[in-house]
């Protein structure tokens, strides 16, 4: 055991393995903080900054291996490039961590300041370019929800610092030779205080409302690996959807929802298409609001943004991937998607690359970026079509919930990734989002898993992963706003402060 504690690599291959491990689907969330115990020891054995990232770099890859291997189910070399990128940046705070625990502060205030560190680290991968927040240490947590209801309170980036303390004052008791019964204490109090919190906190959550709303899910199945699903135009889906909708719907229904490519025909906000007065003609006859996921061809009249492009009437417009609102009396509505797929769905730092000549940059840079959030009606009840990969940040579902929303609803294509982790991690982190705007959630997927999750993060109801079915679901709808809704990044502002903290210790000392 010995030889293993003083080994560089097979401690950071191990806890790679560890890391990835700690992901639904598998069980075992807290394994994470073992991982970490290893991986801080890397650092500490490496003679240098340097050599620490050098040494912890395969862990890095090996998590998000075994975490997001399916992202090369949708493109191999995209795949591959997202996960030897993002290991390489999660060395950047690894290194900072190091320093905390080279410096001769207790060990209390290394556990502050290093899962500070990487707890900023987490906060800003949230808003830049390249952000992938899918393996925030918080997520793999998303499985015990039982253990992390105060993120009401501090949103999910406290799940973060708080395995991450645990496992700096572990990797403090088992260094020192003095003060280990303190430190010991220290780590029972940090590891069991936020849980009883959590028990305490969870026995007050109500999950059941004054009001309800009937909802129908649709989950169509369709073939994202074939063109139009493998139908012989754009309309025959379409009509498919329409018809195991039309089987759900009952005297009660109130909306109707979709998934991110319900509709494959195109749509756009110059003029009503064909798909367009076939859906207003459906909620009409239903007289029912129909909420769906497409590609939506979006026309501008000024304000052109950095790339678009013109068609051959010399008309300037991007398509976005969207939410869209039919509704009975002829109104539409549209939410254009806020955070996109790097390099999946939209080319980086676009108003960089753009200043670089003989690049024909709107054929390339993907779906268009939207920039505001907007909710959709069911009646009375508000509430966005969060798409896909939004709902991996909290501050977009946050801003549906400012909006007034009483729900959250989903709408995803899942189908990229096969039946690989990916659609069940996505299922999974949805449940932090419930947690933090304790508001229930509902999930329209192509291929699954849709259902519903309630406010306290429960899972009410989930689909098989690829069957075709439409559902009703009654959703409980709520009103008050959460801590968190409230005051937002507040706890991911505070982690930056402390990180800062950190340059000024290590320069004094």
């Excluded at 862990?59 to 075994?66: D, E, L, T």
């Excluded at 259902?451 to 109801?461: E, F, Q, S, V």
Aim: one cysteine or more; charged letters at 15%.
């Amino acid at each position: 055991m010995k030889s293993v504690w003083n080994n560089k690599w097979i401690l950071s291959f191990l806890s790679g393995i560890l890391l990835g491990l700690g992901y639904a689907p598998f069980p075992f969330p807290f394994i994470t903080i073992i991982a970490w115990v290893f991986l801080l020891r890397v650092a500490v054995l490496s003679e240098s900054s340097k050599a620490a990232a050098y040494f912890t770099y395969p862990a890095f890859v090996i998590w998000n291996i075994v975490g997001t291997y399916w992202l090369m189910m949708a493109t191999v070399g995209g795949g591959i490039a997202a996960i030897l990128a993002n290991s390489a940046i999660m060395t950047i705070p690894l290194v900072i961590m190091r320093k905390v625990l080279q410096s001769d502060v207790s060990a209390f205030m290394k556990a502050i300041l290093a899962a500070a560190a990487w707890t900023s680290y987490e906060f800003l991968h949230l808003y830049w370019d390249l952000a992938w927040p899918w393996l925030a240490i918080a997520n793999a947590f998303s499985t015990t929800t039982w253990a992390v209801q105060y993120i009401e309170f501090t949103g999910y980036l406290s799940i973060t610092f708080w395995a991450l303390a645990v496992s700096v004052l572990i990797f403090e008791a088992i260094q020192k030779s003095t003060n280990t019964k303190k430190i010991w204490v220290q780590t029972g109090l940090t590891f069991f205080i936020p849980i009883l919190a959590s028990l305490a906190i969870l026995q007050t959550v109500k999950t059941q409302s004054d009001e309800t709303i009937h909802a129908v899910i649709a989950q169509p199945n369709f073939d994202s690996y074939l063109h139009l699903a493998g139908y012989n135009n754009a309309f025959e889906p379409l009509v498919e959807i329409a018809s195991i909708t039309n089987e759900a719907i009952t005297e009660n229904t109130d909306v109707i929802i979709w998934p991110e490519n319900a509709i494959m025909g195109r749509v756009n906000n110059l003029r009503p298409t064909t798909y367009h007065h076939y859906l207003n003609d459906r909620a009409s006859d239903w007289e029912i609001p129909i909420i769906s996921g497409a590609a939506f061809y979006y026309y501008y009249d000024d304000n052109l943004p950095v790339v678009y492009r013109t068609d051959s009437f010399g008309r300037n417009f991007n398509f976005y991937n969207s939410g869209l609102g039919f509704y009975p009396d002829g109104s539409f509505e549209y939410y254009k998607k806020n955070k996109l797929v790097p390099m999946v769905e939209r080319l980086p730092f676009l108003p960089l690359l753009v200043n670089i000549p003989w690049v024909d940059w709107p054929r390339h840079s993907g779906y268009g970026l939207g920039t505001e959030m907007h909710v959709f009606r069911a009646g009375n009840v508000l509430f966005p079509a969060v798409v896909c990969y939004d709902s991996v940040f909290p501050a977009v579902v946050r801003e549906g919930v400012l909006l007034g929303a009483g729900f959250i609803s989903v709408i995803t294509n899942d189908g990229w990734w096969g039946d690989t982790s990916g659609h069940i991690q996505h299922y999974e982190f949805a449940r932090l989002r419930a947690i933090e705007t304790r508001r229930t959630v509902v999930r329209s997927a192509n291929n699954g898993i849709s259902g519903m999750i309630l406010a306290d993060g429960t899972p009410a109801y989930r689909t098989e992963y690829w069957t075709q079915t439409a559902f009703e679901l009654e959703i409980p709808v709520f009103h008050h706003q959460t801590f968190y809704v409230r005051y937002g990044e507040w706890f991911g502002i505070l982690m930056l402060v402390l990180t800062g903290l950190i340059f000024f210790i290590v320069r004094q000392r």
